[in-house]
């Protein structure tokens, strides 16, 4: 089992930056392939990046790339997502996710096992 806990969010001006982290329980962190999902209001859950359990492997939705970074440390149990030149669009509830298949670039919320609760990002214009 697997306890995942966002923080990072808030409301930030279009072209400004806020970093996201995702803590999760156990010790078995190292384990996970994780991701970053985003949901607008009224708008269906979709895919922001993933990164493989070393920390490679990373993949972007063509919506984000070149501006966001996922990254993580199995250290400190925790991964982040860098989003700088954030635009009005980007704003939406973000979740971390995570799931033990030896697939990358895993972009189906589906095929996640543990879900975050989500940080509120809003970007204001």
């Known amino acids: 089992q697997v306890q995942l806990v966002e923080s990072g969010g808030g409301l930030v001006q279009a072209g400004g930056s806020l970093r996201l982290s995702c803590v999760a329980s156990?010790?078995?962190?190292?384990?996970?392939?994780m991701g970053w999902f985003r949901q607008a209001p009224g708008k269906e859950r979709e895919f922001v990046a993933t990164?493989?359990?070393?920390?490679?492997?990373?993949y972007y939705a063509d919506s984000v790339k070149g501006r966001f970074t996922i990254s993580r440390d199995n250290a400190k149990n925790t991964v982040y997502l860098q989003m700088n030149s954030l635009k009005p669009e980007d704003t939406a509830v973000y979740y971390c996710?995570?799931?033990?298949?030896?697939?990358?670039?895993?972009?189906?919320?589906?095929?996640?096992?543990?879900w975050g609760q989500g940080t509120q990002v809003t970007v204001s214009s």
């Open positions: 996710a995570a799931h033990r298949s030896a697939a990358v670039w895993v972009t189906q919320g589906r095929s996640y096992d543990y």
């Open positions: 156990g010790r078995t962190f190292s384990s996970y392939s």
């Open positions: 990164i493989g359990w070393s920390g490679g492997d990373t």
